[in-house]
């Protein structure tokens, strides 16, 4: 699986009221996911886009509980839940973190991930 983020928007609108972020901000990043064929082979050949997301603020504390709030992007934005064998998906993940600057995590089932540091502003 290959990701690339096109854009991080900190301080993002949320486009849902009900949903809007409780720890002080909304984080917006703009994706690109493509998985490979052989994903097919694989045990658990689909990746979850909803779960095993962390968030690190600017003091080194890790953020409690779920940080994705995939209901503030519209669906026709968001990443799918779920991407199976041979997908290129394009959209948005959306997050509730705490004020300020910090890093999002994704480790997707597996034991490494990938970081992407978010500035205050």
Same mark, same amino acid.
């Given at each position: 699986?290959?990701?690339?983020?096109?854009?991080?928007?900190?301080?993002?609108?949320?486009?849902?009221?009900?949903?809007?972020?409780?720890?002080?901000?909304?984080?917006?990043?703009?994706? !690109?996911?493509?998985?490979?064929? !052989?994903?097919?082979?694989?045990?658990?050949?689909?990746?979850?886009?909803?779960?095993?997301?962390?968030?690190?603020?600017?003091?080194?504390?890790?953020?409690?509980?779920?940080?994705?709030?995939?209901?503030?992007?519209?669906?026709?934005?968001?990443?799918?839940?779920?991407?199976?064998?041979? !997908?290129?998906?394009?959209?948005?993940?959306?997050?509730?973190?705490?004020?300020?600057?910090?890093?999002?995590?994704?480790?997707?089932?597996?034991?490494?991930?990938?970081?992407?540091?978010?500035?205050?502003?």
């Amino acid at each position: 699986m290959t990701i690339k983020v096109t854009g991080i928007s900190p301080n993002a609108t949320c486009q849902s009221d009900i949903f809007a972020p409780v720890r002080g901000q909304t984080v917006v990043l703009d994706m !690109e996911i493509t998985t490979a064929p !052989e994903l097919a082979q694989d045990q658990f050949p689909q990746f979850t886009t909803i779960g095993d997301w962390k968030a690190v603020a600017s003091d080194g504390t890790t953020v409690n509980g779920r940080i994705d709030n995939i209901n503030c992007i519209v669906p026709a934005s968001r990443v799918p839940a779920q991407i199976g064998p041979s !997908e290129k998906v394009v959209g948005q993940m959306a997050f509730d973190v705490p004020p300020g600057a910090g890093t999002l995590i994704w480790t997707p089932g597996v034991t490494s991930g990938w970081e992407w540091t978010y500035p205050a502003q």
